[in-house]
């Protein structure tokens, strides 16, 4: 169907078009346009976007506008016959080019349109045609295009393999959608999901929202890890009265002796300081010790620590630095509520069960509930977790995992140390060999490492305003235009725009419902009584 024509292309990338009259209603902002390929005909129709639609009259010049003083005036023309709003109106269009479909993805032409070339309006099978991905692996359904009852499909290989990020505004929606993927990937692959989740609202995925056998296949998919001795009361209360069922979850413990060096000097460091001379004794006794999986008592643990800080301390300075040292280590291990020393371990009547990281590794989701601890001890636990799967995928490379990490900025900040950011960097740059998948979540795109987010090479995003924010985004995410940027700022609350190697082409879409509940709330004010107080 042709709804105008070309009359302004000075660039390959974008060209203005005259919108027929009688199709004006169906030409907006997002509206999806066709060309006849004018570079190569071998291949089909070239695809363009709008991204801007006005309205033009060419009588309301500045002589005329200096006129329409009051409505008097306007209603004079009229009774002379001259409707001005209508007599000399035109609808012009601009629209971005997506180009021309070469196998899987999007050729961008060389050169621009002719002017008065047609324009077209694709029919929803022809543009479904363009839009699909690859029919080969697993596609991912997470909405439909706006506006349209077309599927929007994601490529779940390109999406896991190459990572992806999900940035928005606070509220924006960020949860929800990551849900959506979530509940996707678990449907369409046999792939272990594991989520950092700092607020507890993922735990939400385990109560079905429909009533669909989709939605309690997901939902008896979730296991839910909660740090051996953090009290949970305030959010199981919570849970129990919002969804009606109790929260069912796993209390897990770490054993101490699996902490890298450098986890456990950071923690040291954090809480209690160390000198130099603890650090190096620590570094020495530590090589000694290796990295033992066996779980022994808090006592047995320290003389081991003792004997081999004790083959290299000489002197009686450096025999109280060890005393001091072993003192901190003792503290840290009693004091921190992630740690478990001896089988059989308990918080209240609840068994605390050692983290066996081959669990996670199983096809299921696992959320791994951070929000009873602070931010150093969910960065080192994030540190511990992640490195082990790492190493864990390393051995068994034909079973790719996915992870997604809520609060990223936390984790791999831009700024300043985390002793999680050489884990998630590690990760992003290297997992896609070993099938570890990475999601990284976030409000802050601009806080979040820059080695971390420019790996992510899908970009979800929801509403985002902040113009530092926006401004960080154009310099490290690949795929997204001016235009795109421009659409990112005035995103509705249910839409996204996707851009990225896991859609063939910038994706403008409705996000679907969710199978799942979703834990995320944002309260509101109660409205205060109208009863007069004295």
């Given amino acids: 169907m042709k709804i105008g024509v070309v009359i302004r292309a000075q660039s390959p990338r974008a060209f203005w078009f005259r919108v027929f009259d009688n199709v004006e209603d169906r030409v907006n902002v997002g509206t999806f346009v066709t060309l006849d390929n004018y570079e190569n005909r071998a291949y089909g129709q070239i695809l363009a976007r709008v991204t801007r639609v006005i309205r033009h009259n060419y009588l309301v010049d500045d002589r005329v506008i200096a006129q329409l003083g009051s409505e008097d005036v306007i209603n004079t023309f009229r009774d002379y016959g001259i409707d001005i709003q209508y007599i000399a109106q035109s609808t012009l269009a601009r629209a971005s080019i997506i180009g021309y479909r070469v196998g899987t993805r999007f050729s961008k032409p060389l050169k621009p349109p002719k002017p008065m070339d047609f324009v077209y309006l694709p029919t929803e099978d022809e543009l479904g045609k363009l839009l699909r991905v690859n029919n080969d692996g697993v596609r991912l359904v997470i909405g439909s295009i706006r506006s349209l009852s077309i599927p929007a499909e994601l490529d779940a290989n390109k999406l896991v393999s190459h990572h992806c990020a999900i940035l928005a505004a606070t509220g924006g929606g960020k949860s929800w959608l990551a849900g959506v993927i979530v509940e996707e990937l678990v449907l369409r692959a046999e792939i272990p999901i594991i989520i950092i989740d700092p607020h507890g609202e993922y735990s939400a995925m385990q109560v079905p929202k429909v009533l669909s056998d989709d939605a309690k296949y997901v939902a008896g998919l979730v296991r839910v890890y909660v ?308």
């Fill in 227 to 534: 740090p051996g001795k953090v009290d949970t009361t305030s959010l199981d209360e919570y849970f129990r009265a919002r969804f009606g069922v109790e929260r069912r979850y796993v209390r897990f413990g770490i054993n101490p002796r699996s902490l890298s060096l450098r986890l456990m000097e950071g923690l040291l460091d954090h809480y209690y300081g160390l000198t130099d001379a603890q650090r190096r004794i620590l570094e020495e006794a530590w090589q000694y010790m290796g990295m033992d999986n066996e779980l022994t008592g808090l006592d047995e643990f320290l003389n081991d620590l003792e004997k081999s800080g004790g083959k290299v301390v000489k002197g009686y300075g450096n025999e109280l630095a060890l005393s001091t040292l072993l003192t901190k280590v003792k503290m840290l291990v009693e004091n921190r509520p992630f740690f478990i020393t001896r089988p059989g371990e308990f918080y209240g009547n609840e068994p605390i069960r050692l983290l066996d990281i081959n669990d996670l590794m199983e096809y299921g989701i696992h959320v791994l509930d951070l929000s009873g601890l602070d931010l150093i001890d969910q960065q080192a636990l994030v540190a511990l977790i992640l490195n082990n799967i790492f190493r864990v995928s390393t051995m068994r490379r034909d079973r790719p995992v996915f992870i997604v990490v809520e609060e990223a900025h936390n984790y791999a900040p831009s700024v300043g140390l985390s002793l999680s950011t050489s884990t998630l960097i590690k990760i992003a740059r290297e997992g896609r060999k070993f099938g570890v998948g990475l999601c990284i979540i976030s409000q802050r795109p601009s806080k979040v490492h820059q080695d971390v987010l420019s790996q992510c090479l899908t970009q979800v995003f929801k509403r985002i305003i902040n113009p530092v924010d926006l401004r960080y985004v154009r310099n490290v995410v690949e795929f997204i235009s001016d235009e795109d940027l421009w659409e990112v700022r005035v995103l509705n609350e249910d839409d996204a725009l996707v851009t990225g190697l896991a859609v063939s082409m910038p994706l403008p879409i409705k996000v679907r419902d969710r199978l799942t509940e979703h834990g995320g709330i944002t309260p509101t004010l109660t409205p205060r009584s109208s009863i007069t107080r004295v």
